[in-house]
């Protein structure tokens, strides 16, 4: 059985930092592209970050670039999202997913996902 599973998430400042987990159990990992996305209220799930496999190549939205650094401990089938100088628009649910294909922006093409973990940025 496949299983992601986010943690971290919390209430933070405006300009303060949080870092996500995501551990996988089962075959979701291994060999996987790994990403978040992220939802407000209201609004459609976006890419906000991406990494391949080998952690060779990381893909990330205009938004968070600069800001959010994404990376993976394959040995712990485990994948990161350090988030730097949060802003209040960065409030979401923030989701893991992975997928078998090459790195995609692409939700649909996202095979597994976790329950998501609320992050809330206060002004």
């Known amino acids: 059985q496949v299983h992601l599973v986010e943690s971290g998430g919390g209430l933070v400042q405006a300009g303060g930092s949080l870092r996500l987990s995501c551990v996988a159990s089962?075959?979701?990992?291994?060999?996987?592209?790994m990403a978040w996305f992220r939802q407000a209220p209201g609004k459609e799930r976006d890419f906000v970050a991406g990494?391949?496999?080998?952690?060779?190549?990381?893909d990330y939205a205009d938004s968070v670039k600069g800001r959010f650094t994404i990376s993976r401990d394959n040995a712990k089938n485990t994948g990161y999202l350090q988030m730097n100088s949060l802003k209040p628009e960065d409030t979401a649910v923030y989701y893991c997913?992975?997928?078998?294909?090459?790195?995609?922006?692409?939700?649909?093409?996202?095979?597994?996902w976790g329950q998501g973990t609320q992050v809330t940025v206060s002004s």
């Open positions: 997913a992975t997928t078998p294909r090459a790195q995609t922006r692409y939700s649909v093409y996202y095979s597994y």
């Open positions: 089962g075959r979701a990992f291994t060999g996987y592209t």
């Open positions: 990494i391949t496999w080998s952690a060779g190549s990381t």
